[in-house]
């Protein structure tokens, strides 16, 4: 088929627009950063953006900085103690886990944003903090404009198929292999 050809295939395509579940996984580096990518591009909008962060909590990465100079249209809620796998008290960790999905569905059913960025909530699931069919009944009643970001490893099968876009970060080379630590404003 000729690029012409193509072009009026795709012309006459339905034109849908709604609000997208975007999910960004895969063992690479980049799933946050593509969300605060897309964060950035619609703040230039004027979109409301809300980030609720799983795992971290403990420190103050750059973007949590970088929020408070963006409110009032960007908001960073740090809900994590950490990194889940170094914890000591997982019942603690599955409850802050669970009270950072209850804010989450907040954010999401209240029709005040344009963006609801779930940062590392693949975690939360695969580790059993926060029921899966309960992720997917919220996504399914979300409000129909509003575009919800999941970003963390090993998305599950199911949140994959229902969502509407879905990239796999490959890793394919990093610095940490070879010794070098996590760096402000690249890593955090």
């Known amino acids: 088929m000729t690029s012409r050809a193509n072009a009026k295939k795709d012309q006459q395509r339905p034109r849908i627009k709604k609000g997208l579940v975007i999910v960004n996984t895969g063992d690479g580096k980049g799933k946050t950063t593509a969300a605060l990518g897309v964060a950035l591009r619609a703040l230039g909008y004027d979109f409301k953006v809300s980030m609720i962060q799983f795992i ?5 990465p750059g973007e949590v900085r970088m929020a408070s100079k963006l409110a009032p249209n960007f908001e960073i809620v740090p809900m994590g103690l950490g990194f889940t796998w170094l914890s000591k008290d997982l019942d ?3 409850a802050q886990a669970q009270n950072g999905w209850k804010l989450a569905k907040e954010k999401i059913e209240s029709g005040k944003y ?3 960025i779930l940062d590392e909530l693949t975690y939360a699931i695969n580790y059993g903090f926060i029921n899966l069919e309960e992720v997917l009944h919220t996504l399914k009643r979300k409000p129909e404009m509003l575009h919800v970001i999941i970003t963390g490893r090993n998305a599950p099968k199911e949140l994959v ?8 970060m490959k890793l394919v080379k990093h610095p940490y292999e070879m010794g070098v630590v996590a760096q402000h404003g690249i890593d955090f």
Do not use: F, H, P, S
């Open 56 to 60: 971290k909590g403990q420190w103050k």
């Open 92 to 94: 603690r960790d599955k």
């Open 114 to 116: 344009n963006i609801v």
């Open 161 to 168: 198929e229902m969502a509407d876009l879905v990239t796999e």
